[in-house]
Nanobody
Framework: QVQLVESGGGLVQAGGSLRLSCAAS????????MDWYRQAPGKQRELVAG???????LYADSVKGRFTISRDNAKNTVYLQMNSLKPEDTAVYYCNADVRTYYSGTYYEVYWGQGTQVTVSS
């Protein structure tokens, strides 16, 4: 089994910054892509940013130029640097990873973290 644990959420003023971290642990052989999603009250969960094992990245249009995703493969950790935060960024942010374990052969499985709350005040 693989566990993903997010950290770094909190309360911040509009225009401020936060950095989220997500650390994967367990019997990990390799991790393909890692992603950040978010879900605001009453809204559908949406993809915020993603990064491949080769460090190619993608971003939702709403966060381009403000957020930066990165990863540290030695630590099995993905980060989301969030700058120029807006009230509409308020949501629970979830980490997602496509993971191959030592027991899964050539197959990958998707795992989710429990989420971390980000609140941006106006």
């Amino acid at each position: 089994q693989v566990q993903l644990v997010e950290s770094g959420g909190g309360l911040v003023q509009a225009g401020g910054s936060l950095r989220l971290s997500c650390a994967a642990s367990g019997s990990i052989f390799s991790i393909n892509s890692m992603d950040w999603y978010r879900q605001a009250p009453g809204k559908q969960r949406e993809l915020v940013a993603g990064i491949t094992s080769g460090s190619s990245t993608l971003y939702a249009d709403s966060v381009k130029g403000r957020f930066t995703i990165s990863r540290d493969n030695a630590k099995n950790t993905v980060y989301l640097q969030m700058n120029s935060l807006k009230p509409e960024d308020t949501a629970v942010y979830y980490c997602n990873a496509d993971v191959r374990t030592y027991y899964s052969g050539t197959y990958y499985e998707v795992y989710w973290g429990q989420g971390t709350q980000v609140t941006v005040s106006s």
